[in-house]
């Protein structure tokens, strides 16, 4: 990993942007910054000078772990210490912070502290950089779709009908651990029936229903970051209307896989999916966005809907997740893994698409 680059790409925007220091708060940002792996945490970058302020818990892990940063010890809220810095590193300047993670009582405080100098709001930096990825960041996605596969190969063999989701839910949380996963990269879903209705389902204790769909939504971790894969099974012969819902929504899985390439506009390809389950007269039923990109964080930019601003680019990782959810009835989700390429994309998850009837 390459933290030292990493820094280096900050402080070039951060200078940019005429600020003296930049403070960094969000967690995901500061391990992607410095490789720091821990629950408290502040990065400040003050052009050569690179500061990791975090409490006695993590000091000497936090030196372990980072690379071109120094560490210092800091007390648990860590403010007064970086406030003190980042007054002493701006001389009276201006302090960026990030004001999407800065709550405003932290805020009001760190205005405080730092009195003499101007704080100013500093709004997806560290995360802009984070949207295309090296190489090294490829590789674990890579591995983390690969046990996602793995978790669906044991799906197909074990059948669903009749296992309560939870029971499902937990031995593949527990097969994609024993795999290599440090965990599940969200709460694996698994819903049959009409629960499958509802996009976020909660696994209950509850057996899957014969001749009903199963959406069953799940990732790992791998070096810190997220895979997210989702099929839906058929445990039975189906009603003509979640047929009809299963093969509109892979038609247009396949057509916006069809379509991602580096250069087309995260809105115009959710419109390529969105378009044909519309004209299926499916429209209303699918009220989420296509996609999202993928790394650290399992939902990350860029936003692949409706009111995306971004334009795809190669090293970018994204979902292609259509889904079709009708009341009462049942849902279908079908979403991919993939990575944008100089001429295209590859789909990093490779369990078949196709309408699986299991036992
Ligand atoms: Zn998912
Ligand atoms: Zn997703």
Known sequence: MRYEDRQARAAALQAEQGLDVLLVSDLTNVRYLTGYVGSNAVALLAGDRRLLFTDSRYVSAARAQTRGVEVVQAGRDLLQRVAEAAADAAGGGRVGFESDHVTVARHTRLAELAQGCELVPVQGLVEGLRVRKAPEEIAMVREAARIADLAYEAVAREGLAGRLEADVAWALEGLMRAAGAERASFDIIVAGGPHGALPHAEPRREAIPPRALVVVDLGAVVGGYCSDCTRTFATGPLPEDLAHAYAVCLEAERAALAACRPGIAAADLDAVARGL????????????????????????????????????????????????????????????????????CEVLTTSTTDLVTLG
């Open 277 to 344: 389950i519309t004209d299926a007269g499916l429209g209303d039923r699918f009220g989420h966005g296509l996609g999202h990109g993928v790394g650290l964080d399992i939902h990350e930019r860029p936003w692949v809907r409706p009111e995306g601003t971004e334009t795809l680019e190669a090293g970018m990782v994204v979902t292609i997740e259509p889904g079709i959810y009708i009341e009462g009835s049942g849902g279908v989700r079908i979403e991919d893994l993939v990575l944008v390429t100089e001429d295209g």
